[in-house]
């Protein structure tokens, strides 16, 4: 016998209550009109995919997925991210109609959660996706676009922390000599498990270049301190983390808000340069994320060029400002006798940007709590005539 009560919902998933979804919506309007005065277009894609492609292309953990079978007995997943169906989209059609192409997304994705992990399984991202152009001015330009976008949302307070995934992998490929160790010193990075860095280093007997390369990275030495303490990290990568670097400096209206961290990694895996966290005060986890992903779309057979980012609107709605210029909504009780005086009053006062409900009053219960929703309470019945 089922043990699942009439109001329980599946793990991870929430509802949205009339107030925040007006906040959502609010918040998702303006992003949108920012991404697009910035020349991206935006694109949907399905909410099913097949599993031998997106799910596996991916890049995340198979026990994230939520997957099912269709009728014809093909495995599907629910839309685990929205970067790998665009690179499928963009590699079958769109790169071949306009090249570079810039294309952006307000979607959901879904990942299945631990039932200890108390985080939801369903949540909307906005995010870009610059394609064909490898340049270092694409980074740039999704940088800035980060930051552009947080600023224009009303957020001050946040920091964008920038490392390059080329550079830690080679660092991590070089100074760990065993495979195994490789993989458990990602995993600390990707956890932000510092505490755990230091333990291993305490009992893994050929830590030391990595742990002193950690130590320095955690201390704040500059990127060219870096590159002459462990030469053996001078490579194309580096090259390109230090044009980065140098095109934050020429940037002093943003540059507060960046940060570079050689430690960062991504739980995506597909990155492959430039790489970077949205921290924002106020908020315990990352608003976002994004980075270089060339090699993704070769999945697809195309080999171009492609970077991109996202945010979480639920993590935006914790710490953004509460709007203050939402429209007035007003409430017309009406009765048998008023209600083309109330249709009409409730039209005009529409016009003019309200929102109006107009309510037949006998079959309102409790008045007092009905109309502490409302900013304005018109009674156009005969008792209150």
Excluded at 165 to 193: C, M, Q, W, Y
Excluded at 243 to 254: C, G, K, Q, R, Y
Excluded at 258 to 272: A, E, G, K, R
Excluded at 290 to 302: A, P, V, W
């Amino acid at each position: 016998m089922s043990t699942i009560q009439p109001f329980e919902k599946p793990l991870g998933m929430r509802d949205t209550l009339p107030r925040l979804y007006a906040q959502q919506h609010t918040i998702r309007a303006e992003a949108m009109d920012y991404m697009r005065k910035h020349g991206y277009e935006f694109i949907q894609t399905p909410s099913l995919e097949y599993f031998e492609t997106i799910g596996k292309i991916s890049s995340l953990d198979e026990a994230a997925l939520f997957k099912l079978v269709d009728n014809q007995g093909e495995m599907l997943v629910l839309r685990p991210d929205l970067t790998t169906p665009i690179a499928r989209i963009a590699a079958a059609k769109l790169l071949k109609e306009k090249n570079p192409l810039r294309l952006a997304y307000s979607s959901t994705v879904f990942r299945a959660q631990q039932r200890e992990g108390g985080r939801p399984a369903e949540f909307e991202q906005l995010g870009l996706e610059l394609l064909g152009d490898t340049s270092a001015l694409a980074d740039s330009e999704m940088l800035q676009m980060a930051a552009g976008l947080l600023k224009s949302l009303g957020l001050q307070n946040f920091t964008i922390t920038v490392g390059h995934a080329g550079l830690i992998n080679h660092a991590i490929d070089n100074l760990i000599p065993d495979s195994t160790e490789r993989d458990r010193v990602r995993h600390f990075l990707v956890d932000k498990n510092f505490v755990g860095i230091d333990r291993w280093a305490a009992t893994y007997a050929d830590s030391e270049q990595f742990f002193a390369f950690f130590q320095q990275s955690i201390r704040g030495t500059t990127l060219k301190e870096l590159l002459e303490q462990f030469p053996v990290l001078q490579t194309e990568a580096a090259e390109q983390f230090l044009s980065v670097s140098n095109w934050i400096d020429d940037l002093p209206e943003l540059k507060e808000h960046f940060q570079l961290d050689p430690l960062v990694v991504s739980h995506m895996h597909y990155y492959t340069g430039m790489v970077f966290e949205v921290y924002a005060e106020g908020s315990g986890f990352a608003l976002g994320n994004g980075g270089r992903y060339d090699d993704l779309l070769e999945q697809f057979g195309m080999k171009v060029g492609a970077t991109g980012f996202s945010i979480r609107l639920d993590y935006l709605l914790e710490i953004l400002p509460t709007a203050v210029d939402a429209p007035t909504r007003t409430l017309i009780y009406t009765d048998q006798e008023s209600t083309r005086d109330a249709n009409q009053q409730a039209a005009a006062l529409r016009v003019q940007g309200n929102y109006v409900t107009v309510q037949y009053k006998e079959s309102v219960l409790d008045k007092t709590a009905f109309e502490r929703n409302f900013d304005d309470v018109i009674d156009l019945t005969k008792e209150a005539r």
